[in-house]
């Protein structure tokens, strides 16, 4: 994905995620574009791809609209995706991880090692933690072997913050986001030391924790998942 369609795909995305995009409102490109001070191109990319995670639904012959979900929807999802995230945490712990899923799941650990080491986050490393975190939940979940496992979760993340693509920063407090991120990246530690390990259990504990996680950045995101009503 190039630099300018994971802008603006991460860019469009916070803000469903926050409400600036009302539920219903239409998505032309040109005035998103114009918001987010970039070409129309990147705009054009990043929609389909946000209508793939469920965020936007077809409107007419090529637009798209911002779909709508209640809170109840959004902690479901969480739910769900932490209970089966963590089966097929214990799946792969309990068949032995091959090596090639274990080097590309250190390469994640080492990629979100360096953004974090300068003990502190920007907006700029958003999308870097989201890339890294996505590849990591998705390296597990396609090493467990279960189609109807990896197609649950992938209908699952069209709810938002239902997969780990979905990552709303606090640019208001960078410093609470790193500690969030900081937290969440030492579980991705824990959770492949335990499947190198042969630790089923423990991996899927860790695991279904680590998903629960993500309600605590919902609430510092300024989305609370408790909240009367939420767009998304």
Not at 112 to 141: C, P, Q, W
Not at 144 to 159: C, I
Not at 170 to 196: C, S, T, W
């Amino acid at each position: 994905m190039s630099t300018q369609l994971s802008q603006a795909t991460v860019r469009i995305r916070e803000m469903i995620l926050r409400g600036d995009l009302a539920p219903g409102s239409r998505l032309a490109e040109a005035p998103l574009a114009d918001l987010l001070g970039m070409s129309r191109t990147p705009v054009r990319q990043a929609l389909p791809l946000l209508a793939q995670e469920g965020l936007l639904t077809e409107h007419g012959a090529r637009g798209y609209a911002v779909r709508a979900f209640t809170p109840v929807d959004i902690s479901d999802a969480i739910d769900v995706r932490s209970v089966l995230e963590g089966l097929a945490a214990r799946r792969v712990a309990e068949a032995g991880a091959p090596k090639s899923l274990l080097r590309t799941l250190r390469a994640c650990l080492d990629d979100g090692d360096m953004l974090l080491a300068k003990r502190h986050v920007n907006e700029h490393d958003e999308a870097a933690y989201v890339e890294m975190n996505t590849r990591f939940h998705s390296a597990i979940t396609q090493a467990a072997g279960s189609t109807l496992l990896s197609d649950t979760l992938e209908r699952n993340s069209r709810v938002p913050f239902g997969g780990p693509q979905a990552l709303a920063f606090n640019k208001n407090n960078l410093e609470q986001m790193y500690d969030l991120l900081h937290y969440a990246h030492r579980q991705h530690h824990g959770i492949v030391e335990a499947i190198e390990r042969g630790q089923s259990g423990r991996a899927e504990s860790l695991m279904r924790e680590h998903a629960n996680a993500v309600k605590q950045s919902v609430d510092l995101a300024g989305v609370p998942v408790t909240a009367s009503a939420l767009t998304a």
